[in-house]
């Protein structure tokens, strides 16, 4: 696909100061949604490219063999645009989805300070108040949350562990400190605290107390992206 070639291209002459610097290049992501490479695998019906995890692949080995951490961005962004391409309702795809693949950067919070290998351990909180949760609670190493706006977020509610949209514009008392990884970055790697973040019952991911299955069904098959990414980081190793 010409479009991923030129994108990487652009990618790479930017590369050393997004690493250098720590900071993701947004005119960069811009063009990356202008080439309709920000929803890959999503239906065109949402703005999406209509392709699948082989086209993901594609762009993940080239925009690993640029830079890692803007390679690394674009590819966990991929994972809050499956996990809505499968468990969204009509009207979320309409509005998360869309907004997804056309103009804001997404993200998967899952692991929490203590640790995120085990996702049913998590602790975050949700409280249910009336037609609203209050989530109260810590992620950690939270790619995409400095610049990103819509976190597909896992918390423990009454009857197991949900997932939520969480919208940064709408959602107050989140707390985002960045932080200064050694590798992967300019991915916006961040802390973030949830201080009673109030997040509509629209905005639950498939079912009440079935977050584990949007997490694994979205964590399995994107391991492959990361694998392609991988392995653009090693073709670029090969040429230096
Ligand atoms: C650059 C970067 C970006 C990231 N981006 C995100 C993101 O966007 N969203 C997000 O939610 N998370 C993100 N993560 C977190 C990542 O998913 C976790 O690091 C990963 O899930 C492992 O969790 P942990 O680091 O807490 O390690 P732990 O869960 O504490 O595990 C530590 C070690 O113990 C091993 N281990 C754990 N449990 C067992 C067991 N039962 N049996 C045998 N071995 C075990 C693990 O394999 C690992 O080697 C990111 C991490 C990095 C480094």
């Known amino acids: 696909m010409e479009e ?71 590819v966990v962004h991929h994972m809050a645009v499956d996990a809505l391409r499968m468990f969204g309702s009509e009207e ?13 950067v997404g993200t998967l919070a899952i692991t929490e300070p203590k640790g995120g290998s085990d996702v049913a351990a998590l602790e975050l909180k949700a409280e249910k108040d009336g037609d609203n949760f209050i989530l109260n609670g810590r992620k950690t190493l939270i790619t995409n949350a400095v610049f990103g706006s819509m ?33 992967m970055r300019g991915s916006g790697l961040a802390s973030v605290g949830f201080k009673d973040v109030e997040v509509s019952e629209d905005n639950i991911l498939g079912k009440e107390g079935k977050g584990m299955k949007v997490a694994l069904a979205t964590l399995s098959p994107n391991r492959i992206p990361f694998v392609a990414m991988g392995l653009g980081f090693a073709e670029r190793c090969l040429e230096l």
Do not use: W
């Open 92 to 104: 979320q795809k309409e509005n998360f989805l869309k907004r997804l693949t056309t103009k804001e």
């Open 4 to 74: 991923i070639r030129e994108l990487a291209d652009e990618v790479s002459k930017k590369a050393s100061k997004i690493d250098s610097e720590n900071e993701m290049d947004l005119e960069l992501l811009n063009l990356a949604f202008q080439k309709k490479l920000m929803g890959v695998n999503a239906d065109e019906t949402y703005g999406g490219l209509g392709k699948g995890y082989v086209e993901l692949c594609m762009l993940a080995e080239e925009l690993g063999k640029a830079s890692g951490g803007f390679a690394h961005s674009v």
């Open 151 to 183: 976190f597909i977020t896992l918390a423990k509610t009454e009857n197991g562990i949900t997932a939520f949209v969480v919208e940064k514009d709408k959602a107050k008392g989140l707390e985002i400190k960045k932080l200064e990884p050694s590798g």
